[in-house]
Antibody, heavy 119, light 110 residues
């Protein structure tokens, strides 16, 4: 069965960076986009961008250009998102989600990673 | 960006029908498909795909859930509502980048 297992919660200082992971199993990792979605406490969902692990191509929501960097390691079927220059506005839960290429919807989601930015 | 508008909350009685709406400020149809999708999210959990391309039931989702609509107006219907359906429901469009979500509708029981 398809599973996306994300790394654990992070407490980080303002101005620093953090890298969170999403390990995929149960399907061919290089054949599907991996998306990242942000959810601030009590708020809705915001799409950050995607990476196609097959060739490393990425696409970002312009709002997250310079904030998020998406990478993928084919050997371990793991996708990563690095967030830089962190502020309190980056405190949120971050989900990875497998993207269905033709339709643009997210059919499997990771459990989410809570990132807290605090001094 | 395409803006998706949902009512913040809806209260229905057990066994009744719940209709959740999602309106967009741009047409999300393209070559015969409506690029609108629905998700359910319970507190502390990740969202779950319910409906894709406006009216297609995702795998493992009960037939009590259905979706319809085209263009700029879409609805998710739950009939009959069960206690386990209390959650927040989000619509999402994939017609244009960036993909965007509605603000969510919280379904509560009367």
């Amino acid at each position: 069965q398809v599973q996306l297992q994300q790394s654990g919660a992070e407490l980080v200082k303002p101005g620093s960076s953090v890298k969170i992971s999403c390990k995929a199993s149960g399907y061919t990792f290089t054949s599907y986009d991996m998306h990242w979605i942000k959810q601030q406490p009590g708020n809705g969902l915001e799409w950050i961008g995607w990476i196609y692990p097959g060739n490393g191509n990425t696409k970002y929501n312009q709002k997250f250009n310079g904030k998020a960097t998406l990478t993928a390691d084919k050997s371990s079927s793991t996708a990563y998102m690095q967030l830089s220059s962190l502020t309190s506005e980056d405190s949120a839960v971050y989900f990875c989600a497998r993207g269905e290429t033709q339709g643009g919807f997210f059919d499997y989601w990771g459990q989410g990673v809570m990132v807290t930015v605090s001094s | 960006d395409i803006v998706l508008t949902q009512s913040p909350a809806l209260a229905v009685s057990l066994g009744q029908r719940a209709t959740i709406s999602c309106k967009t400020n741009q047409n999300v149809d393209y070559y015969g498909n409506s690029y609108m999708h629905w998700y359910q999210q319970k507190p502390g959990q990740q969202p779950k795909l319910l409906i894709y391309l406006a009216s297609n039931l995702a795998s493992g989702i009960p037939a009590r859930f259905s979706g319809r609509g085209s263009g700029t107006d879409f609805t998710l219907t739950i009939d009959p509502v069960e206690a386990d359906d209390t959650a927040t429901y989000y619509c999402q469009q994939s017609r244009n980048l960036p993909w965007t979500f509605g603000g969510g509708t919280k379904l509560e029981l009367k």
